[in-house]
Each structure stands twice: as C-alpha cells, then as structure tokens.
C-alpha cells in the first residue's frame, strides 16, 4: 500500500495512517458483511465435510468403504451363545444394530414409510417408540422424528434387543474338511447363513463358533426346513471352481422327499414356468411369466398314503421342487407354505 508523505518528512501523516487503517478495517468488514449475506441461505457447518447447506438441507455423509473380504469374524461370532433345552439348540438374547443404506427405492420417502412397507415384522407403535428412546439413528445421529426424508447414502441403524427362535439341537456333522471343502450334513430347521430372524442359528455362525471354521464361501444352499449335504469352499480360488462346474452343470443335484398321495410310476418330468409372487414372503408359483424350470421325477416307493420320491432339479429357481410337486397335486408333506392345508386339495 502507497501513502502520501508530507513535504521535507519521510514519515507518513499519522491522520493518513490512522485513516487508512480505517478503511482497511471498514473494507474488511464490509466483505465480512457481504459474506455472511451471501451465505445467510448456506452458511458452512461442522460435520458438512465442507458442504455449503441450505436452509433445512440435511447433510448426508460419503458411504463408509465396505470390507471386501469375509463377512463374518470371531468379532460376531462371540456376540452370544447357545444353550440347549428340550431338544433344541437356542440363543441367549443380545443386543444387535441393524445396518443398511438408503436403497433407490427409499430415496424421497420418510423413514415412518418405508418402516410401514419394508420392516412390517414389528408395528408402527414400536419403532416409533425406539425413536423415542433413541435406537433409532440416521448417518450416526439419534432420529427423534421419523418424518424426516431419507436421501441416497443415507445410513441407517436399529439397534434391538434380539430374540432367536431355536433350531434342533442336533449336532452339525462335518463329513469332508480337506482344506479345499467343507461339506456339512445339515439338520431340518436351520439356516445356511443368516436371514431373517437367524443369525447365530445358523450352520455358517455354528461353524465359527463351535468349530472355528471361517472364510467360508457358499457354493449352493438348501432350505431351512431342508436337510442334507451341503457343500462349503474353503478358498476363493476354490470356490471360482465350484462356481463354474455349477454353471457348466457338471455338478448335480439329487434329493428325496416324501409326498401326499400316490406318486405315478415311471420317469415324471415338469416344464411349467415358476413365477416369484413375493420376495418379502418367499412365495413362488407356477405362471406362464415366470422363468423357464425343470425338475425330474421318480418314486421311490408308496406306503399306502404316502410317496417317497427322488427329485432332480435341471434348473435352480427358488423352491423350485415345492412349485412343481404342488403343482402336480403330490406337495411335499407337511410343507407350510406349499401343503395341501395351505392351498386346499
């Protein structure tokens, strides 16, 4: 900054520089003044990352980067344990947070909506009251109001008191453990992996719990009601194996099941087209719009009000062998969903 000097005095008029610093200080302010109006409609916050926000506008931290390696430790693993009564194989409660992002369809609604159409296990009374108590959190945040609109990358956690049902007490009988495979004799009433309400009930977490086996990679699954081989890799590059064998369909599958009534002789073999009326339910049907299915048949034997019955499933749609075996008027006997008491004679 040049300043004026007076004459025969090589120092400043201090009028001059006390006015000058004056200014310097009112121009200073003026542009304080004029950025603060400019962002009197998105001031910068803390925890915005930077982001100027609008009033009203919510912040929505960058998703967090996932782990791409196994899903599950000896960290979940040791969340709880087992005891075993009448039978049964059960779960000492525990607390647990359930996590997800906001998925596309969320975007746009409020948290109270998509608790009504996708979480529907519990009542619009109980999450409003986990609000309340603040089990309810949004992007690490308590959510008090569930009114408020879910953006994308929005995270979301639930934290519950949670209760498994049981499972059969029966032990997991490891057949092969090569260092390539793990293959399992699975017991009728347990999971694969968890879902649902399973978690620690389930052959993955028994495994890693009783055993200490993890990093196992899923090469095919059976139904919780479903009991029998189930074949585990133990590395990815076995697994990569597994995979393509299936694809290329050098690996079958086989199973027996019994059935009402008297299941023709001779080779049965149905084509009809398996539609998914509800993933939420899990509840197919055979439709002319549902996807291309094969399953072959044959009896076994017939004791008068029952068959046994050996089925080859040729493709892999969901409940694939229930579909067609109700279908064809022989559903599986005491199947819940595809018996005879659901859907009538």
């Known amino acids: 900054m040049e300043l004026e000097v007076a004459a025969g005095d090589s120092t400043p008029a201090v009028s001059e520089v006390e006015s000058t ?97 996708e979480f529907r296990a519990e009542s619009v009374e109980y ?79 028994i495994l890693g719990k009783e055993r200490g086996v993890s990093e196992l990679h899923t090469v ?14 133990r590395t990815l590059e076995t697994s990569k194996k597994l995979d393509q064998m299936v694809r290329d369909r050098e690996l079958e599958k086989e199973y027996v099941c019994r059935v009402e009534g008297e299941f023709p002789e001779g080779e049965v073999v149905c084509e009809e087209p398996i539609l998914v009326v509800s993933f939420k339910v899990g509840l197919c049907r055979v439709d002319p719009k549902g996807k291309e299915s094969r399953t072959a048949f044959q009896r076994l034997s017939f004791n008068g009000k029952t068959s046994v019955v050996r089925c080859l499933p040729l493709t892999g749609r969901t409940h694939q062998i229930r579909v067609h075996l109700q279908y064809l008027g022989f559903p599986i006997k005491n199947d819940p969903i595809y018996g005879s008491s659901a859907w009538g004679p």
């Open 21 to 117: 610093r004056a200014a310097a200080a009112k121009n200073g302010k003026r542009k304080k003044d004029e950025e603060s109006e400019g962002n009197a409609g998105g001031k910068k916050r803390r925890g915005t990352g930077g982001k100027t926000l609008r009033p009203g506008e919510r912040y929505v931290p960058p998703p967090q980067k996932r782990n791409p390696g196994v899903s599950f430790s000896q960290e979940h693993f040791s969340e709880t344990s087992y005891y075993f009564e009448g039978g049964l194989r059960k779960v000492y409660p525990y607390y647990f947070d359930f996590k997800t992002y906001c998925k596309g369809r969320w975007i746009g609604k409020s948290l109270l909506e998509v608790f009504k159409s």
């Open 127 to 205: 999450y409003q009251e986990a609000a309340k108590e603040g089990r309810i959190r949004l992007n690490e945040a308590p959510v008090e109001d569930l009114s408020v609109v879910l953006k994308n990358n929005d995270h979301m956690k639930n934290t519950v008191h949670r209760h498994e049902p049981p499972v059969v007490g029966t032990p997991l009988d490891v057949l092969v453990d090569d260092g390539q495979v793990l293959v399992v004799d699975k017991p009728a009433s347990i999971p694969v992996h968890p879902c649902g309400r399973f978690r620690h009930n389930t052959v993955i977490f």
């Open 220 to 233: 095919h699954r059976l139904d919780r009601l479903t009991s029998g081989v189930l074949l585990f890799a």
